[in-house]
Nanobody
Framework: QVQLVESGGGLVQAGGSLRLSCAAS????????MGWFRQAPGKEREFVAA????????YYATSVKGRFTISRDNAKNTVYLQMNSLKPEDTAVYYC???????????????WGQGTQVTVSS
């Protein structure tokens, strides 16, 4: 079992930046691919970004590519999402996810955090 706790959400103006963090409670953090999803009001959850076990490979949704950066620190059991040039349409609850298989990260990952709210004002 892996517990994921997100932090770093908040209110920011359009064009601003935020960094989300996700701490994982597992002794084998480096065995998990990690990622982020988001859900805006009235919309389906959507994949945002994923990172491989080593951190060497990263993947992004088209809507955030070039603006968001996912990274991980295996020594700290933490994954990050640096969000720059934020837009009002980035407003959503952001969820940290984990799975032993990278291929499942963009679909139905095994573990989900509780989410953190990000609100971007225009």
């Amino acid at each position: 079992q892996v517990q994921l706790v997100e932090s770093g959400g908040g209110l920011v103006q359009a064009g601003g930046s935020l960094r989300l963090s996700c701490a994982a409670s597992t002794r084998t953090f480096s065995n998990y691919a990690m990622g982020w999803f988001r859900q805006a009001p009235g919309k389906e959850r959507e994949f945002v970004a994923a990172i491989s076990l080593s951190g060497y490979s990263t993947y992004y949704a088209t809507s955030v590519k070039g603006r968001f950066t996912i990274s991980r620190d295996n020594a700290k059991n933490t994954v990050y999402l640096q969000m720059n040039s934020l837009k009002p349409e980035d407003t959503a609850v952001y969820y940290c996810v984990a799975d032993k298989m990278l291929s499942r990260l963009s679909g139905t990952p095994d573990y989900w955090g509780q989410g953190t709210q990000v609100t971007v004002s225009s």
